[in-house]
C-alpha cells in the first residue's frame, strides 16, 4: 500500500533534549510538508519541501530543523530551542503543482514534555 | 494574504439530521478552497476541493459545499448524517503557487448523537 509512514506514533522529551520525528512516503511525490497541530489551533505549517536538498521554513519554524537527502524521507527535528514542543506532528507529501494539489497526511506524532 | 474563518468550533448534531459547518475566506484574488476531514489520533484526509468552474462540489461520503464568492464563503454540507461522520472538520484555502502557501481553519468538532 502507498502511503506515509510517521514514527514514532508517541515521544517523549526531556529538558534540553533535542528529539527527531521520522516521516517516510512511497507515493513518488515531490513534495513534503510538516504540521503541528495544537488542540482548537488548526494546522501550522512547520517546514516544507518540494525537492531533494531544499525545504524553506514555514510559519512556525523556530525551534525546530529539517533535512531533505531523500525522496522519500522528510526527518524533523526538535531542539531544546523550542520551548513549547508539546503538540501533535502531522507530515504530509503532495506532486508539485500550481497550489491546487491534494495533500496526503501520515496519522501523526504526539510529542509530550516529561 | 489569505485568512480563514471556521465560525463554529463544535457543532452537535442528532444523527440522520442535516449539519452544515461554516468557513468563510478573505482574500484579494482568486483562491482554491478545501475541506479535510480527520478521525480521532489520525491524519487529515481530503473531503473535497474547489479549484474552479461549477460553484457546486462533491466530494466523498456524502458531502458537499458550495463556493459562494460574493460572500466569501465555502461551507460543508451533508443532509443526513451518521454517527461515523463524528470527526473534526478543516477548512482550508490557498491562492496558489505552492502547496506551502495552505492556510487552514481551526477546525470544526463535528459530534454526532444517536
Known amino acids: 500500500d502507498g502511503g506515509i509512514t510517521q514514527s514514532p506514533k508517541y515521544l517523549f522529551r526531556k529538558e534540553g533534549q533535542n528529539v527527531t520525528l521520522s516521516c517516510e512516503q512511497n507515493l513518488n511525490h515531490d513534495a513534503m510538508y510538516w504540521y503541528r497541530q495544537d488542540p482548537g489551533q488548526g494546522l501550522r505549517l512547520i517546514y516544507y519541501?518540494?525537492?531533494?536538498?531544499?525545504?524553506q521554513k514555514g510559519d512556525i519554524a523556530e525551534g525546530y530543523s529539517v533535512s531533505r537527502e531523500k525522496k522519500e524521507s522528510f526527518p524533523l527535528t526538535v531542539t531544546s530551542a523550542q520551548k513549547n514542543p508539546t503538540a501533535f506532528y502531522l507530515c504530509?507529501?503532495?506532486?508539485?503543482?500550481?497550489?491546487?494539489?491534494?495533500?496526503?497526511f501520515g496519522s501523526g506524532t504526539q510529542l509530550s514534555v516529561l | 494574504a489569505q485568512s480563514v474563518t471556521q465560525l463554529d468550533s463544535q457543532v452537535p448534531v442528532f444523527e440522520e439530521a442535516p449539519v452544515e459547518l461554516r468557513c468563510n475566506y478573505s482574500?484579494?484574488?482568486?483562491?482554491?478552497l478545501f475541506w479535510y476531514v480527520q478521525y480521532p489520533n489520525q491524519g487529515l484526509q481530503l473531503l473535497l476541493k474547489y479549484l474552479s468552474g461549477s460553484t457546486l462540489v462533491k466530494g466523498i461520503n456524502g458531502f458537499e459545499a458550495e463556493f459562494n464568492k460574493s460572500q466569501t464563503s465555502f461551507h460543508l454540507r451533508k443532509p443526513s448524517v451518521h454517527i461515523s461522520d463524528t470527526a473534526e472538520y478543516f477548512c482550508a484555502v490557498t491562492a496558489g503557487g505552492s502547496q506551502g502557501n495552505l492556510i487552514f481553519g481551526k477546525g470544526t468538532k463535528l459530534s454526532v448523537k444517536p
Open positions: 482574500s484579494s484574488v482568486s483562491v482554491y
Open positions: 519541501s518540494q525537492i531533494v536538498n531544499d525545504f
Open positions: 504530509a507529501s503532495s506532486i508539485v503543482g500550481q497550489g491546487g494539489e491534494k495533500l496526503f
